[in-house]
């Protein structure tokens, strides 16, 4: 028979190893969860330097054209860059709905979710 010495050993024991566990669960869960985070982050990097290649020479061609149109290659560049600011000044105002609460909740659904890879009941 067992002593309470020897009882509370084993269960100090097991209450160490079931803290070391669930740390390691911790870490893993946590550099799944970064993973995921940095490999939408690469993504959306690789897909926005694309569009803003293309729209940079769609915009140089769209200006050159309506250079071309107009007779005053300056002014065809003068809209191009005046239709920027519009759209420059539409995003300030409205970046709150269209940037900040969309990045907050991507961000709040990835890391209070559950795991994929976990098969827990």
């Known amino acids: 028979m067992k002593t309470i010495g020897e009882e509370i050993k084993e269960w100090q024991e097991y209450l160490t190893?079931?803290?070391n566990a669930e740390a390691e669960l911790f870490k893993l869960r946590l550099i799944d969860r970064m993973t995921v985070l940095f490999s939408a982050l690469i993504t959306k990097v690789v897909i926005l330097a694309f569009v803003l290649v293309s729209a940079l020479l769609a915009s140089v061609a769209l200006a050159f054209w309506l250079?071309?149109?107009l007779k005053s290659l300056p002014l065809g560049f003068v809209i191009v860059s005046g239709a920027y600011l519009v759209l420059l000044v539409l995003f300030v105002i409205l970046r709150q709905p269209l940037v900040e609460k969309p990045?907050?909740?991507?961000?709040?659904?990835l890391f209070f979710s559950k795991p994929h890879h976990d098969n827990e009941a």
């Open 67 to 69: 250079g071309d149109t």
């Open 103 to 109: 990045v907050l909740s991507l961000l709040l659904e």
């Open 17 to 19: 190893s079931y803290a």
